[in-house]
T-cell receptor, first 111, second 116 residues
Framework: AQSVTQPDIHITVSEGASLELRCNYS??????LFWYVQSPGQGLQLLLK??????LVQGIKGFEAEFKRSQSSFNLRKPSVHWSDAAEYFC?????????FGTGTRLQVFP | NAGVMQNPRHLVRRRGQEARLRCSPM?????VYWYRQLPEEGLKFMVY????????ESGMPKERFSAEFPKEGPSILRIQQVVRGDSAAYFC??????????????FGSGTRLTVV
């Protein structure tokens, strides 16, 4: 079955600390991989996407993600978190015209 | 260049009423996708439409839900005889012709439906 697992429901970090959000997927074919961010009451904004090539992809707002085929993972990282990064983060996979989303990780940032 | 516009932002309906959610894609985009987000869950695909065509409705509930994307005007997601379980955030995304998933989709801010 196709699925996306985000094991961490809620993560709290201090401002300036590094961040890694985990994403594991199960997908029959080679997937396209995405990370989206959702601020409260808002829609989803695309942070980055991976289709092929270099397994480390850079996104907006200083985020990056690394695709590891052997681990079926696509973890999101940021070296230094800002208070404005507090939001919900969704990992998604697909290779047709519909995406499968994880249940999200809510990030809280303390000053 | 306006993004994907959804309205209303918030919609309250009594059980048994109809809900109509509207989505205007980004300028130049001809593909529209509807997703539903239940409380504390991720987004779930509902339907993919192009102008005047439903391409994939595999995620739509079999009853009470319908979607259209007419030649002129916004895409409409219609829910008849709403029940409390329909309470959710409904998001629309769009993409240009021929790009689809390669584009990564642009999402609107959603319509939050509350059924009382």
């Amino acid at each position: 079955a196709q699925s996306v697992t985000q094991p961490d429901i809620h993560i709290t970090v201090s401002e300036g600390a590094s961040l890694e959000l985990r994403c594991n997927y199960s997908y029959g074919a080679t997937p396209y991989l995405f990370w989206y961010v959702q601020s409260p009451g808002q829609g989803l904004q695309l942070l980055l996407k991976y289709f092929s090539g270099d397994t480390l992809v850079q996104g907006i707002k200083g985020f990056e993600a690394e695709f590891k085929r052997s681990q079926s993972s696509f973890n999101l990282r940021k070296p230094s978190v800002h208070w404005s990064d507090a939001a919900e983060y969704f990992c998604a996979v697909g290779n047709t015209d519909k995406l499968i989303f994880g249940t999200g990780t809510r990030l809280q940032v303390f000053p | 260049n306006a993004g994907v516009m959804q309205n209303p932002r918030h919609l309250v309906r009594r059980r048994g009423q109809e809900a109509r959610l509207r989505c205007s894609p980004m300028k130049g985009h001809s593909h529209v996708y509807w997703y539903r987000q239940l409380p504390e869950e991720g987004l779930k695909f509902m339907v993919y439409l192009q102008k005047e065509n439903i391409i994939d409705e595999s995620g739509m509930p079999k009853e009470r839900f319908s979607a259209e994307f007419p030649k002129e005007g916004p895409s409409i997601l219609r829910i008849q005889q709403v029940v409390r379980g329909d309470s959710a955030a409904y998001f629309c995304a769009s993409s240009p012709e021929g790009q689809g998933i390669n584009y990564g989709y642009t999402f609107g801010s959603g319509t939050r439906l509350t059924v009382v």
